[in-house]
C-alpha cells in the first residue's frame, strides 16, 4: 500500500499586496500505519501544514497523495466527503459539542460516515466507560479529549491528525493522552500525525519531521520507538 | 505636564467600529425600536390630532351642549336662555330636502337659525358665511362630491316650495363630525349633506330645534330639569352633548384610539427588549478578551459598563428618531385618512406630542442601555484574569424531556440535538417564540379586519336583504303609491318600508333610535336569530339588534318606552334579538307598529324585487327620491374597505418587518453563537445540507411551534381590534377566511425560511481553521 506523499506543497495568504508563504515547498513521504510527529516552534507552519493534509484548506501549489490520490485540486464537497470518509481530527481545544453528552458527541461523528466503529465501545476503550453520558462541562480536560480521539477513531478513518492534543493539559494527562494515541494508532492500524512543539515525545515516534519557517528542516525515521509511557517530561 | 484626563476617546472609537462591524444586528434592533416606535406614536399622534381638531371644530362653532327637539313655541327659546346656568340659546329649522339637479338626487339636510348664529355656528373654510336670504353655507365634503363651488346655485325643494340657494361658503358644521342619513351606518357625501342657510331663508318653517349651551360650571342636570319643567316632557327630547351620536362617537373613537396605542405597541417593545439583551449578551460575550484587555490595562469597570450601556442607548436613540418620522410621516397620516373616511376633520393632522416623544425615546434607551449594561455586568463580574483565558465549555443541563426515555428514544440524533439546544437557551426560545407569536397575530388582525368586514357586509347585502333595488319615497306618498311604482319598474314582488327615528329611554334618558318597520309577513330582509335560525318581527313588540342590545343590556322580555317627535308615546317589549350587521336600531311589523300607536304607517321605500325590472322608468317619478340597486348599495360600504385594505396592507408590512428581523436576529446569534460548533461539524465532514438539517431547522420548529398560539392571540386581538376601530353602527361578527389563515402561516413559514436560506449560505464559507483556531 503506498504513503502519504507531499511533494513541493506551498501554502500562500495574501494580505493586501503582500504575500506569505506559510509553507514553503513542503516535500516528505509518511509510511501507512505510523506514528509520525511534526515538530517546531510556533509560526513554523506546522498547523497550516496539518490543515492542508487534513482537507480543511487548499494549497497553493503541490501534490499531497494520499493513498495514491492527489488532494490538492479537490473541490469543496470533495473535500468535505474526504474529511468525512478518511480523516480524524484531535484539536487542542477539543471542540466538542457542549450540548451533547460524551457519547452523543461520538454519535454525531459516526451519523454521516459509511463504516464506523461502535460509539460505546470506543469510549470503553478510551477509558471513558462511566462518564459516557457526561456532558463535556463536567468532563476535565484529559477526559474530553479522550472523547475527541474517540470521535475521531469511531469514524474508522485511516489518517489520524492531531494538532497539539496536549497543548491545554498538564504532563500527566498529557501522556496519557499520548499513548492513548500511540496504543489506539497501532492497535487498529491508523497512521497517526501528531503536533507539537514538545521534543519530548520524539523518542516515542516512528519519523520526525522537524520544521522551522514553512519549511522542513529534518526528517528523522525511528525503528525503535519507545512507550510513551517510558518517556520522561 | 498636563496629567492626561480618563481616556475616553479611544473607547468612543472602538464603540464607532463596533457597529460598524456588527452592522447587522445594530440594523435589526434599530429597526425593531423603529417599529415600536412608529406605532407607538402613530397612534398617539393620530388620536392627539383627531381630538384637537374636533376641539378646534367644537370650540370654532361654539357648539351646543344641549339640543331640545320637538313642538318648540316662540318664546320657549327666551324662557330656556333665562334657566340658570344657561348661557345662550337659539331656536333653529331642521328639515330634510330633495336636491334637484345632481346626479343620484341627494337628499340635504337644511339648518337655519332664528337669527345669526351664535349656537352651533358652521365653521367657513371657503367663501363667507350666508347673509343674505337664499344663500347657503353647504357642507364642504357634499361640494366636492358634487363639484359644486362659491357661487355655484343649488336647487332644493321643501315639500311644495323650490329654492334656488346661491353658495356663499364652503365648511363644516361641527355637530356633525360624523353625518349619516336617519337609519344608515354609512353614508357616502354623494348621496347626503347638510347645508347651512341663512336667515329667513325658511320662514315659511316652524322652528323645531333650540340648542344652547352652558355656562362654565353649570348644574346640567338642574338645567335638564328646567327645560323639562317649562317644555311638555312628553313632546320634546332633551340630548346632551355627550350623547349626541356624532360627538359620541367621535369621542369614543378617540378613546378607543389612544386604548389601541398602548395595547399594539406593547409587543413591540417587548421584543425590542429581549433582541437588545440577546444581541448585546453577544457582543458583549464576543469582547470577553477585549474586556479583559481593557480591565487589564486599567480601565475602570464602571466605565467600561458605560460604555456597553452607551451602545444600547445609541441604538434605542437612532430607532425612536426614525419611528418618530416614520409615525409622523406614514402611520399617523394614514389612519388619519382612514378616519376621514368615517367623520369629517377637515385639515386633521398628526400632532406630535413632544414630551410623549421624549418619553417614549428615553424608555426605549433605558430599555436598550439597560440590557447593554446588565449583560456587560455578567461579563464584568469575572477577574481580569479569567477573561482572558478561554472560556469553560458552557454547562448544560439535561432538559425534562431527558426525563421521559419513552419519548426521548424515539427522538432522531438531530432531534435530540435540536430539541436541547432550544431548550438550553430559553432567552433565544422566547424570544422566537414572541416574535412568531407576534407576528401571526398581527397579520391576523389585519387579514381578520378585512376578512370580518367584507364577509359582515358581503353576506348584509347578499343573504339578509334579498331585495334587488330600494326605491326612496317621499314621506306621505298616497296608499298604494308603492305599488305603482313596483308596476311602472316591472318588479315582480314589492314590499313597503318605513323608517323612522324614535325616541326610546334608556340608561335614565331618551336615545333617539332607528325604527324600521316591515310589512307583515314581509320576505324581503332575511332576519336570523344568534343561532341563525330565521326571525320576523313580531306581532306585538320590538325586534332589536344585538348592537343596540349590548350598548344597553337589553334583553327579550324588556320593557322599552318609546316616543316619537313629541307626539306620543308608548309601551312595549322586546320579543326579539336580531342579528344585524349594519343598521342597527329596532324593528317592527306593520302589525305590531299599529298596535303602539304612535305614528301613522307611512311608507317611505318601496322594496323591489325582479329579475328584469327597468329601474330608469321609475327614478323621475314624482314620489321617488332615489332608486339604488342592492349592488350600488354594496358599493358605497365598499368604499369603507378599500381604505381598510390599506391598513392591513401596514400591519402585514410590520409584522413581517417583525418576524424578518426576529429570525434574521435569532439565527444570526444561533450562528455566531456556534460558530465552532459549526466549524467542528464541518470538519467531520458534514456537508453544508447536513449541517443545516442540525442546526437551522430549529428556526422551523420556532415558527410552527409559535404559529398556532400566535393564531389564537391574533384571534383575540382581532376581535378587540374591530370592536374598538368601528364605530358603533356597525356590528360586525368576527370573520377569518381559511385562506386567510393558510396565508398567514405561509407567509410566517415563509419568513422563516428565506432567513434559514440567507444564513444557510454563510454555512459555506464558514472557515474552519479560522473558528478553530481562535479561542472565543
Redesign the interface.
Known amino acids: 500500500m503506498s504513503d502519504i506523499v507531499l511533494k513541493d506543497v506551498c501554502k500562500e495568504y495574501r494580505i493586501g499586496d503582500i504575500s506569505i508563504r506559510a509553507v514553503d515547498r513542503i516535500s516528505f513521504t509518511i509510511q501507512w500505519g505510523e506514528f509520525a510527529v511534526i515538530l517546531g516552534p510556533s509560526g513554523a507552519g506546522k498547523?497550516t501544514l496539518l490543515?492542508l493534509l487534513?482537507g480543511?484548506?487548499h494549497a497553493t501549489s503541490g501534490e499531497i497523495l494520499v493513498r495514491d490520490r492527489n488532494i490538492v485540486p479537490l473541490n469543496?464537497?470533495q473535500l468535505?466527503?474526504?474529511?468525512?470518509?478518511d480523516?480524524g481530527?484531535v484539536?487542542q481545544?477539543y471542540?466538542?459539542?457542549?450540548?451533547?453528552t460524551a457519547l452523543?458527541n461520538v454519535?454525531?461523528?459516526v451519523?454521516?460516515?459509511k463504516d464506523p466503529l461502535d460509539p460505546k465501545e470506543m469510549l470503553e476503550r478510551v477509558g471513558l466507560k462511566d462518564r459516557m453520558n457526561n456532558?463535556?462541562?463536567q468532563l476535565s480536560g484529559g477526559e474530553?479529549q479522550r472523547v475527541a480521539i474517540a470521535?475521531a477513531l469511531c469514524?474508522n478513518p485511516a489518517l489520524l491528525l492531531c494538532d497539539e492534543p496536549t497543548g491545554a493539559l498538564d504532563s500527566n494527562t498529557g501522556r496519557m493522552v499520548l499513548k492513548l494515541l500511540q496504543d489506539m494508532g497501532s492497535d487498529m492500524g491508523k497512521t497517526v500525525v501528531v503536533i507539537t512543539h514538545n521534543a519530548a515525545i520524539v523518542p516515542a515516534a516512528q519519523r520526525v519531521i522537524r520544521m522551522k519557517n514553512g519549511a522542513v528542516q529534518e526528517i528523522m525515521e525511528n525503528d525503535q520507538p519507545v512507550k510513551m509511557e517510558e518517556i520522561s517530561w | 505636564m498636563v496629567k492626561a484626563r480618563r481616556p475616553a476617546r479611544p473607547l468612543r472609537a472602538k464603540m464607532i467600529r463596533d457597529v460598524k462591524a456588527g452592522w447587522k444586528s445594530f440594523i435589526a434592533i434599530m429597526l425593531i425600536c423603529l417599529l415600536s416606535t412608529a406605532l407607538f406614536m402613530g397612534f398617539d399622534a393620530t388620536w392627539r390630532g383627531m381630538e384637537q381638531n374636533l376641539q378646534a371644530q367644537f370650540a370654532g362653532g361654539n357648539l351646543a351642549d344641549v339640543w331640545v327637539n320637538g313642538r318648540i313655541s316662540d318664546n320657549s327659546a327666551r324662557k330656556i336662555a333665562l334657566i340658570d346656568g344657561v348661557e345662550s340659546a337659539q331656536r333653529r329649522v331642521v328639515i330634510e330636502a330633495e336636491t334637484d339637479g345632481l346626479p343620484g338626487d341627494p337628499t340635504i339636510k337644511l339648518l337655519m337659525s332664528d337669527g345669526m348664529p351664535h349656537v352651533n355656528k358652521p365653521v367657513v373654510y371657503e367663501g363667507v358665511a350666508p347673509e343674505k336670504k337664499d344663500q347657503c353655507m353647504l357642507q364642504q365634503r357634499f361640494a366636492e362630491a358634487h363639484h359644486l363651488a362659491v357661487g355655484d346655485v343649488l336647487t332644493v325643494s321643501v315639500g311644495e316650495r323650490e329654492l334656488d340657494l346661491t353658495i356663499s361658503g364652503l365648511g363644516i358644521l361641527p355637530e356633525f363630525v360624523m353625518f349619516n342619513k336617519n337609519g344608515e351606518s354609512y353614508t357616502p357625501a354623494e348621496s347626503y349633506g347638510y347645508a347651512f342657510v341663512s336667515p329667513e331663508t325658511l320662514g315659511f318653517l316652524p322652528y323645531s330645534e333650540i340648542t344652547l349651551t352652558l355656562k362654565p360650571n353649570a348644574d346640567t342636570a338642574k338645567v335638564v330639569r328646567g327645560i323639562r319643567d317649562l317644555l311638555d316632557e312628553n313632546q320634546t327630547t332633551v340630548t346632551l352633548r355627550a350623547d349626541k351620536t356624532a360627538v359620541k362617537n367621535s369621542a369614543e373613537q378617540v378613546d378607543k384610539l389612544h386604548a389601541l396605542g398602548l395595547v399594539v405597541p406593547l409587543l413591540f417593545f417587548l421584543v425590542a427588549t429581549l433582541i437588545t439583551w440577546t444581541t448585546m449578551g453577544r457582543l458583549v460575550e464576543n469582547q470577553r478578551t477585549q474586556i479583559g484587555s481593557l480591565f487589564a490595562l486599567g480601565y475602570g469597570r464602571r466605565t467600561l459598563l458605560v460604555h456597553y450601556a452607551e451602545y444600547g442607548v445609541l441604538i434605542a436613540l437612532a430607532g425612536a428618531l426614525g419611528g418618530i418620522a416614520v409615525a409622523r410621516q406614514g402611520f399617523a397620516p394614514l389612519l388619519l385618512s382612514f378616519l376621514q373616511t368615517i367623520y369629517y376633520l377637515p385639515g386633521a393632522a398628526p400632532s406630535l406630542h413632544i414630551l410623549t416623544a421624549v418619553i417614549v425615546a428615553l424608555g426605549l434607551m433605558f430599555i436598550t442601555g439597560g440590557a447593554g449594561l446588565l449583560s456587560a455586568r455578567n461579563a464584568l463580574a469575572e477577574v481580569p484574569a479569567n477573561l482572558l483565558r478561554?472560556r469553560?465549555?458552557?454547562?448544560?443541563k439535561r432538559i425534562f424531556l431527558e426525563r421521559i426515555p419513552f419519548l426521548w428514544r424515539r427522538l432522531s440524533?438531530?432531534g435530540?440535538?435540536i430539541a436541547?439546544?432550544m431548550l438550553?437557551n430559553r432567552v433565544r426560545l422566547f424570544m422566537g417564540l414572541i416574535g412568531t407569536i407576534g407576528c401571526t397575530a398581527l397579520m391576523l388582525v389585519g387579514f381578520g379586519l378585512r376578512d370580518t368586514m367584507a364577509h359582515a357586509t358581503g353576506n348584509y347585502y347578499a343573504n339578509v336583504l334579498l331585495y334587488d333595488a330600494r326605491a326612496t319615497l317621499i314621506g306621505g306618498a298616497p296608499e298604494g303609491y308603492a305599488k305603482s311604482v313596483a308596476n311602472r319598474a316591472g318588479a315582480a314582488g314589492c314590499e313597503e318600508e318605513m323608517v323612522t327615528s324614535l325616541d326610546v329611554f334608556l340608561d335614565g334618558d331618551w336615545k333617539s333610535k332607528q325604527a324600521f318597520v316591515l310589512e307583515n309577513g314581509q320576505q324581503l330582509i332575511d332576519f336570523r336569530d344568534e343561532s341563525g335560525n330565521r326571525i320576523e318581527p313580531p306581532a306585538s313588540g320590538a325586534a332589536i339588534t344585538r348592537g343596540v342590545a349590548d350598548d344597553y343590556g337589553l334583553h327579550v322580555g324588556d320593557a322599552l318606552r318609546l316616543h316619537t317627535n313629541g307626539e306620543r308615546d308608548a309601551e312595549t317589549v322586546v320579543t326579539r334579538i336580531i342579528d344585524l350587521e349594519m343598521d342597527q336600531g329596532l324593528y317592527f311589523s306593520r302589525e305590531a307598529w299599529r298596535k303602539l300607536d304612535l305614528l301613522p304607517w307611512a311608507p317611505n321605500a318601496a322594496l323591489l324585487k325582479g329579475d328584469s325590472m327597468d329601474l330608469t322608468r321609475i327614478g323621475d317619478m314624482d314620489g321617488v327620491t332615489r332608486v339604488q340597486t342592492r349592488d350600488q348599495e354594496h358599493d358605497d360600504s365598499n368604499t369603507l374597505l378599500q381604505t381598510l385594505n390599506m391598513v392591513v396592507v401596514l400591519l402585514i408590512g410590520f409584522s413581517g418587518s417583525l418576524a424578518l428581523v426576529v429570525y434574521y436576529n435569532l439565527g444570526q446569534l444561533n450562528y455566531s453563537e456556534r460558530i465552532?460548533?459549526l466549524?467542528?461539524?464541518?470538519?467531520?465532514?458534514?456537508?453544508p445540507r447536513?449541517m443545516k438539517k442540525l442546526v437551522l431547522r430549529e428556526n422551523i420548529i420556532l415558527t410552527c411551534v409559535g404559529l398556532p398560539f400566535g393564531l389564537v392571540a391574533g384571534f383575540y386581538l382581532q376581535n378587540l381590534v374591530t370592536e374598538v376601530a368601528l364605530p358603533s353602527p356597525f356590528q360586525f361578527p368576527q370573520h377569518v377566511e381559511p385562506s386567510s389563515i393558510a396565508l398567514i402561516a405561509l407567509l410566517t413559514i415563509g419568513f422563516s425560511l428565506v432567513v434559514n436560506w440567507i444564513l444557510g449560505r454563510k454555512f459555506?464559507t464558514i472557515d474552519?481553521?479560522e473558528a478553530?483556531?481562535s479561542?472565543d
Open positions: 498547523t490543515n487534513g480543511m484548506d469543496d464537497k468535505t466527503l474526504y474529511r468525512r470518509h480523516v481530527f484539536f481545544f471542540n466538542l459539542m457542549p450540548g451533547l452523543e454519535e454525531l461523528a451519523q454521516v460516515c456532558f463535556p462541562a474530553q470521535r469514524k | 478561554p469553560p465549555p458552557k454547562k448544560v440524533f438531530s435530540k440535538m436541547r439546544n438550553r465552532r460548533e466549524a467542528s461539524l464541518k470538519v467531520l465532514g458534514f456537508l447536513e459555506r474552519m481553521v478553530l483556531k479561542v
